[in-house]
């Protein structure tokens, strides 16, 4: 019987793989994690024979668990499992077990764990062990050069939703909750605008209302509106307020 850990930030994602395995004869799923450090703490305790684990996660990527999973003194077969091409080509190429890349069918799936069962009964623990911290090193390396597209996480029921900070054009604040607008679609998640700024910084967003967090680059003008108020034009033709404590802001802008 293989046994299999689903890592995997998505609830959703990890219903579907679990789904999928209830199809596949003689795999039975051990433990399910949806954030780093959840992962390791839950492998360790069921030592699945294969982890399916999604790279792009909270609290410690899938790069960070396969790294620490090398402490284990049994290393499961690791199938990386991400939305995004360039990795999965990478940690293919540079002999992971497999890849997974989203969405993927009942079929890839089955084939992924097929490989994994032949990989452990074939390979010793030293050479496995070997490959993958090989991988892992290489692979981080790689994405230090070529990723730098920040992330930034918001909690949404039970659920983490990531956002790409440089997909941001501005939030406005409803006191605990936000709205983030992108140039692609609009979230609404419970988060604070203050913590938003920290998060983001000031280099490329700017506060300028009690409510209003915007990209730098983004500001078009400042319009003058009489009585010391004054609002700003976006590139996309969208005006926003200024409030009267964030206007030396505009001035560093």
Known sequence: MLRVAIVDDERLARTRIANAIEMIPEVEIVCEASDGEQAIKRIRNKTPSVVLLDIEMPHGDGFYVASRLLELPELPEIIFVTAFSSYAARAFEHGATDYLLKPFSEKRLSHALTRARERIRLKSLDERTARLQQL???????????????????????????????????????????????????????????????????????????????RRKLIRGVRTLGQGKCEIELETGETLPVGAKFKDNLNNK
């Open 136 to 214: 892992v090193e290489r692979l981080r390396a790689e994405r230090e050069q070529t990723e730098e597209r920040r992330v930034v996480w918001f909690k949404s029921g039970n659920e983490q939703v990531r956002v790409f900070a440089d997909e941001i054009n501005y939030a406005s604040a409803d006191r605990d909750y936000l709205e983030i607008v992108t140039g692609q679609r609009v979230l609404h998640l419970r988060h604070t605008i203050s913590a938003l700024t920290e998060e983001l910084g000031t280099v490329d967003f700017v506060r300028i209302h009690r409510s209003y967090l915007v």
